[in-house]
């Protein structure tokens, strides 16, 4: 059958506009990512973004199971059960022991987690899941049980950059962050990045399948929520590790207001009252950014500007958490701004070991 028969026909141009849209949603490019290659967090931060982590890979194998049960083709389903035993791990069912003879992504993650410090009980019992991260990996999985076959594949594609970009290379993990053992890391080979084979089965799957600009634009909408998905994941786990710590402007950056500029235009829209000066570039600041910069004094705690921003501003509460978490993290990641313990204590103490 045609695809016009179904609606206008694809574009044709699905690759170079899922990585179009890679490049400004995907989780590569959030600042928490730049912090972790650069060794700038500490043990229990590394365990907080471990353990919330491997909680979302534990819903990847859920997924594959639900994208199976929705084919019809036994060769599609006989491959993606494939993908399935890539993240369980495979065991003889009929042996009396069952012991896995091919651990699986999820065991590797596992065996991390150990070097890392994280427990199997912790890893069991969730202790260290926020509950942010267990809504979201709930989303997750529903979205794919709601979601017809070819959307439900299509928002696996998060996988295909995944294998293009590994969170930290196995020798920075070891250059940057000694306390971990080498054998845990020696399990993930070159890096801790996905196979790239089921991603590009994937990719193929879709564009031979999306023949509509309609389903080519469903499926691109699944693929941007699955990268939302993880974006937001990364930024709950920023936040609670520096929800109690005091941020401040660091003396590289100036916060320099811009008074007369701060006013309304002739269609309504307020101008950026203040700039941002850092030796490298400016970054022009609305409202909300200027009032959070403002408060970086290193007398308020970030939960403590979180809260005053909202009501301030009128805002969700889970909404300014999500857009002052990347913001924050990305001017961390700058060196403008710096965290500590306690006003009193050095800022050294923002990454206890």
């Not at 003879?101 to 991390?112: D, F, K, S, V, Y």
Request: charge should be neutral; hydrophobic fraction near 40%; include cysteine.
């Amino acid at each position: 059958m045609s695809g016009a028969a179904n609606g206008e026909q694809s574009t044709g141009a699905f690759p170079a506009r899922l990585e179009a849209l890679a490049q400004r949603h995907y989780q590569h490019r959030h600042p928490f990512y730049a912090l972790l290659h650069a060794g700038r967090l500490g043990r229990e931060e590394l365990r907080l973004w471990f353990a919330n982590r491997y909680h979302y890979l534990t819903r990847v194998p859920i997924t594959d199971a639900l994208i199976v049960a929705k084919a019809d083709d036994p060769a599609f389903r006989r491959l993606w059960v494939q993908r399935l035993l890539d993240h369980d791990g495979w065991c003889d069912p009929r042996r009396a022991d069952a012991v896995a003879a091919a651990p699986g992504e999820i065991e590797r993650w596992r065996q991390l987690g150990k070097a890392l410090g994280v427990t199997e009980v912790e890893l069991a019992t969730s202790a260290r899941l926020l509950p942010e991260v267990r809504v979201l990996c709930d989303e997750y999985v529903e979205s794919v049980r709601d979601a017809d076959l070819v959307t439900a594949v299509a928002g696996t594609l998060t996988d295909y950059f995944a294998s293009r970009s590994s969170p930290l290379p196995i020798e920075l993990w070891l250059r940057r962050y000694p306390f971990v053992e080498e054998s845990a890391l020696a399990r993930f080979g070159r890096g801790l990045a996905q196979p790239a084979g089921d991603a590009e089965f994937a990719l193929g799957f879709v564009q031979r399948h999306a023949t509509t600009a309609e389903l080519e634009r469903r499926c691109l909408d699944a693929f941007v929520t699955q990268c939302v998905i993880q974006w937001r994941l990364l930024d709950a786990v920023y936040l609670a590790c520096r929800r109690g710590q005091f941020p401040r402007i660091e003396s590289r950056a100036w916060l320099m207001r811009l008074s007369a500029l701060a006013e309304e235009d002739e269609r309504g829209r307020s101008s950026a009252p203040a700039v941002l000066m850092l030796p490298e570039r400016s970054l022009q600041l609305n409202r909300t950014a200027y009032d959070l910069l403002e408060r970086c004094d290193g007398k308020h705690t970030l939960d403590c500007i979180v809260q005053e921003l909202g009501e301030r501003h009128a805002a969700p509460p889970g909404l300014i958490e999500r857009d002052i978490a990347t913001f924050v993290a990305e001017l961390e990641r700058r060196s403008a701004v710096s965290f500590q313990g306690h006003p009193s204590s050095g800022a050294g103490e923002a990454r206890a070991t």
